[in-house]
T-cell receptor, first 111, second 112 residues
Framework: DVKVTQSSRYLVKRTGEKVFLECVQDMDHENMFWYRQDPGLGLRLIYFSYDVKMKEKGDIPEGYSVSREKKERFSLILESASTNQTSMYLC??????????FGPGTRLTVT | GENVEQHPSTLSVQEGDSAVIKCTYSDSASNYFPWYKQELGKRPQLIIDIRSNVGEKKDQRIAVTLNKTAKHFSLHITETQPEDSAVYFCAAFEGGNYQLIWGAGTKLIIKP
């Protein structure tokens, strides 16, 4: 069974703080993704990575950065958290058949 | 780039009836079309997928059909049960960018 884990289920941060969200997968997948999910807006891609140290912007990269130093780990960074970044963040990895496997999500609240 | 539209946004059906959710895509080069189910408070999970060389695929009560000419694909759920209540997302694989392009989701409500 593919396992994708995320560092926190719930996180509360203050405006202006630097926030790190971590994602780890155990299936040696090359591709990893960070999504943001808001009611009525579906899944919006923030960044994805197709290899170690490689990254590509998704649809809404502004205010975010990512890091992939090891194949199994993909981190999302909010350089200076703002209230409009309050959301559910979902990490995923995909197998060679393109099937995506999601982590449990991190519900981030920025106050 | 690819664009995926999903309809309806909300679907309410009587338990035991069938439910159909439709998606259209724009890029004729897209070749992989998965469907994900997300129950309340849980992660999206793949329930069925289809590739462009196949017209239909079934797995027990769920099926997906693909019409490449019209560029649309549909999810069919028969004999709906309360546990089918969830949000369903369709997606299309945009080959050049490694990423899935997602529909906006359909909230399926099963009425007892």
């Amino acid at each position: 069974d593919v396992k994708v884990t995320q560092s926190s289920r719930y996180l509360v941060k203050r405006t202006g703080e630097k926030v790190f969200l971590e994602c780890v997968q155990d299936m040696d997948h090359e591709n990893m993704f960070w999504y943001r999910q808001d009611p009525g807006l579906g899944l919006r891609l923030i960044y994805f990575s197709y290899d170690v140290k490689m990254k590509e912007k998704g649809d809404i990269p502004e205010g975010y950065s990512v890091s992939r130093e090891k194949k199994e780990r993909f981190s999302l960074i909010l350089e200076s958290a703002s209230t409009n970044q309050t959301s559910m963040y979902l990490c995923a990895s995909s197998d060679p058949d393109r099937k995506q496997y999601f982590g449990p999500g991190t519900r981030l609240t920025v106050t | 780039g690819e664009n995926v539209e999903q309809h309806p946004s909300t679907l309410s059906v009587q338990e035991g009836d069938s439910a159909v959710i439709k998606c259209t895509y724009s890029d004729s080069a897209s070749n992989y079309f998965p469907w994900y189910k997300q129950e309340l408070g849980k992660r999206p999970q793949l329930i069925i997928d289809i590739r462009s060389n196949v017209g239909e695929k079934k797995d027990q009560r769920i099926a997906v059909t693909l019409n490449k000419t019209a560029k649309h694909f549909s999810l069919h759920i028969t004999e709906t049960q309360p546990e089918d209540s969830a949000v369903y997302f369709c997606a299309a694989f945009e080959g050049g960018n490694y990423q899935l392009i997602w529909g906006a989701g359909t909230k399926l409500i099963i009425k007892p």
